[in-house]
């Protein structure tokens, strides 16, 4: 059974930095993308970061040059690196596991979801 685990999330001011994690179990980790997205209240879910099974990533405009995706597939595990946070970084943060090791822009291309990790960003 595919289980992801997130963990990192937390408060933090402006200008700081957190990093998030997403724990895998179930599966061959290495062979499929995976994805962090991310939901503010009232908004819809959006895709922050995804990476391929070869490594390969891509970002939303709104997160390049501050975010970073990383994983360790010794680890099963996934990594985001978040950097000088804004305010509008405050979401829940999911990681989501695609379903090959291409990664797919559709959301429904991604059928397992962790349960996610509050990031508050104040001033």
């Known amino acids: 059974q595919v289980q992801l685990v997130e963990s990192g999330g937390g408060s933090v001011q402006a200008g700081g930095s957190l990093r998030l994690s997403c724990a895998a179990y179930?599966?061959?980790?290495?062979?499929?993308?995976m994805g962090w997205f991310r939901q503010a209240p009232g908004k819809e879910r959006e895709e922050v970061a995804a990476?391929?099974?070869?490594?390969?990533?891509r970002y939303a405009d709104s997160v390049k040059g501050r975010f970073t995706v990383s994983k360790d597939n010794a680890k099963n595990t996934l990594y985001l690196q978040m950097n000088s946070l804004k305010l509008e970084d405050t979401a829940i943060y999911y990681c989501?596991?695609?379903?090959?090791?291409?990664?797919?822009?559709?959301?429904?291309?991604?059928?397992?979801w962790g349960q996610g990790t509050q990031v508050t960003v104040s001033s």
């Open positions: 990476i391929d099974s070869g490594g390969r990533t």
């Open positions: 179930g599966y061959t980790y290495s062979w499929y993308c």
């Open positions: 989501a596991r695609g379903i090959g090791g291409w990664c797919s822009t559709l959301q429904r291309d991604f059928p397992a």
